[in-house]
């Protein structure tokens, strides 16, 4: 059974950092990428940038790059997704997905973490 | 613009017939899949590439698109399938991008 498991919620104050993590089991972690989705309080999806865990290749969206850095290591099946300063704003639900394709024209999340919800608050 | 946009909120009777719809230029050239999401939990993946159903989803969901619009239909509205339906896909720059969302309220 192919799982995602995300790290716990988090509490944290301005300025601070973090590092959440979401650890895939059930499939080989090193063949699909994944994804991470931000979902602010009351707001749609957001999609934040994807890692391809088998060589760390990684892409941003335009309105996240810069703004947090996504990792994973391939020896305990985890990425990650992390910022160096948090801010309030930063308050949201995040989720991570793997990414699959096919036919070329064809890519979708079909499996989801449970959310990792972050709190950034003085 | 590789944007996508959804219609903010639609409504169905109980039973009838609903499409929900997702409008983009990337949709030209790649299938949107669309996820259904409850509140207080994780998006599910229920239609990907031409019209394909994961494990699990009932046969009353079903894709479509022509042109730069993909569709979500759902034949036969149930209670269950109210909840917020994002549309997702990619650009030919390799960047994903999620729809605004629709509510839908079965009536």
């Given at each position: 059974e192919v799982q995602l498991v995300q790290s716990g919620a988090e509490v944290k104050k301005p300025g601070e950092s973090l590092k959440i993590s979401c650890k895939g089991s059930g499939y080989s972690f090193t063949s699909y990428w994944i994804g991470w989705v931000r979902q602010m309080p009351g707001k749609g999806l957001e999609w934040m940038g994807i890692i391809y865990p088998g060589d760390s290749d990684t892409r941003y969206s335009p309105s996240f790059q810069g703004q947090v850095t996504i990792s994973a290591d391939k020896s305990i099946s985890t990425a990650y997704l992390q910022w160096s300063s948090l801010k309030a704003s930063d308050t949201a639900m995040y989720y991570c997905a793997r990414h699959a394709y096919s036919s070329g024209y064809s890519y979708y999340f079909d499996y989801w973490g449970q959310g990792t919800l972050v709190t950034v608050s003085s | 613009s590789s944007e996508l946009t959804q219609d903010p909120a639609v409504s169905v009777a109980l039973g009838q017939t609903v499409r929900i719809t997702c409008q983009g230029d990337s949709l030209r050239s790649y299938y949107a899949s669309w996820y259904q999401q409850k509140p207080g939990q994780a998006p599910v993946l229920v239609i990907y590439g031409k019209n394909n159903r994961p494990s699990?989803?009932?046969?009353?969901f079903s894709g479509s698109s022509s042109g730069n619009t993909a569709s979500l239909t759902i034949t036969g509205?149930?209670?269950?399938?109210?909840a917020d339906y994002y549309c997702n896909s990619r650009d030919s720059s390799g960047n994903l991008w999620f729809g605004g969302g629709t509510k839908l309220t079965v009536l």
């Amino acid at each position: 059974e192919v799982q995602l498991v995300q790290s716990g919620a988090e509490v944290k104050k301005p300025g601070e950092s973090l590092k959440i993590s979401c650890k895939g089991s059930g499939y080989s972690f090193t063949s699909y990428w994944i994804g991470w989705v931000r979902q602010m309080p009351g707001k749609g999806l957001e999609w934040m940038g994807i890692i391809y865990p088998g060589d760390s290749d990684t892409r941003y969206s335009p309105s996240f790059q810069g703004q947090v850095t996504i990792s994973a290591d391939k020896s305990i099946s985890t990425a990650y997704l992390q910022w160096s300063s948090l801010k309030a704003s930063d308050t949201a639900m995040y989720y991570c997905a793997r990414h699959a394709y096919s036919s070329g024209y064809s890519y979708y999340f079909d499996y989801w973490g449970q959310g990792t919800l972050v709190t950034v608050s003085s | 613009s590789s944007e996508l946009t959804q219609d903010p909120a639609v409504s169905v009777a109980l039973g009838q017939t609903v499409r929900i719809t997702c409008q983009g230029d990337s949709l030209r050239s790649y299938y949107a899949s669309w996820y259904q999401q409850k509140p207080g939990q994780a998006p599910v993946l229920v239609i990907y590439g031409k019209n394909n159903r994961p494990s699990g989803i009932p046969d009353r969901f079903s894709g479509s698109s022509s042109g730069n619009t993909a569709s979500l239909t759902i034949t036969g509205a149930q209670a269950e399938d109210e909840a917020d339906y994002y549309c997702n896909s990619r650009d030919s720059s390799g960047n994903l991008w999620f729809g605004g969302g629709t509510k839908l309220t079965v009536l």
